[in-house]
C-alpha cells in the first residue's frame, strides 16, 4: 500500500542553520507529494507539491526535489527563522493521501 | 483563496454525549474529508464524502458518523463520545481526486472527552 515515513524529531535548530527534513515513501505508479505546515494551534496548510518525478516544488524559501530512484521528497531551507517553528509533514497522493507522522521544528534565536 | 471552517476550535464533552462537529467550506469542492491527527500518528482518515449525500468509510471510522447534505457541509458525528477520542480534529476539501489534487485544511477542532 502506499505509505510515507518521515524522520522524527523533534528539530530543534539555531536560527540561519541549515534545515534539512527526510522524507521517504513508498507506492505504485506515480503519486503526487507534498508538504504541509502546522502552525501552533492551526490547521495544515499546503507548504509546497511536486506532481511528477524531478519536479522541484518551492515556496516561502522551502524546496523539496521528487526523487524517484530514492523514493524521497526530502524538505531543505537554506536559513530557517524563528517563524519557521511549526510542525512539518510529508504526504503523497495516489488517488488515496497519506501523511507521515509529522516533524516539529523548533528554531531559537 | 480556498477557505474551510470549522465550528469550534475547542470543545469539552463528558462521556456519552452526542458531540457534532461541523465544517463548511466556500469553493464548491466536491470532495470532503475529516481526520483525526494524535501525537506520533500523523493525521489518520475516519471518514470522506465526494458528494451529497455520498460518504465513505476511511481507515478509522468505529465510532464515528457523518452527514453530508449540502455541498459545502460536512458533519461529523460522534454517536456517544469517549475518552479515547479525545483528539484533534481536522476537516479538508479538495475539488478532484486525482494524484495531483490538493487537500485545504480547516483550522481543527480540538476535542476533550472526559
Known amino acids: 500500500g502506499n505509505s510515507v515515513t518521515q524522520m522524527e524529531g523533534p528539530v530543534t535548530l539555531s536560527e540561519e542553520a541549515f534545515l534539512t527534513i527526510n522524507c521517504t515513501y513508498t507506492a505504485t505508479g506515480y503519486p503526487s507529494l507534498f508538504w504541509y505546515v502546522q502552525y501552533p494551534g492551526e490547521g495544515l496548510q499546503l507548504l509546497l507539491k511536486?506532481?511528477?518525478?524531478?519536479d522541484k516544488g518551492s515556496n516561502k524559501g522551502f524546496e523539496a526535489t521528487y526523487r524517484k530512484e530514492t523514493t524521497s521528497f526530502h524538505l531543505e531551507k537554506g536559513s530557517v527563522q524563528v517563524s519557521d517553528s511549526a510542525v512539518y509533514f510529508c504526504a503523497l497522493n495516489n488517488n488515496d493521501m497519506r501523511f507521515g507522522a509529522g516533524t516539529r521544528l523548533t528554531v531559537k534565536p | 483563496d480556498v477557505k474551510v471552517t470549522q465550528s469550534s476550535r475547542y470543545l469539552v464533552k463528558r462521556t456519552g454525549e452526542k458531540v457534532f462537529l461541523e465544517c463548511v467550506q466556500d469553493?464548491?469542492?466536491?470532495?470532503m474529508f475529516w481526520y483525526r491527527q494524535d501525537p506520533g500518528l500523523g493525521l489518520r482518515l475516519i471518514y470522506f464524502s465526494y458528494d451529497v449525500k455520498m460518504k465513505e468509510k476511511g481507515d478509522i471510522p468505529e465510532g464515528y458518523s457523518v452527514s453530508r447534505e449540502k455541498k459545502e457541509r460536512f458533519s461529523l458525528i460522534l454517536e456517544s463520545a469517549s475518552t479515547n477520542q479525545t483528539s484533534m480534529y481536522l476537516c479538508?476539501?479538495?475539488?478532484?481526486w486525482g494524484a495531483g489534487d490538493t487537500q485545504y485544511f480547516g483550522p481543527g477542532t480540538r476535542l476533550t472527552v472526559l
Open positions: 511536486a506532481t511528477k518525478a524531478d
Open positions: 469553493m464548491d469542492h466536491e470532495n
Open positions: 479538508a476539501s479538495s475539488s478532484g
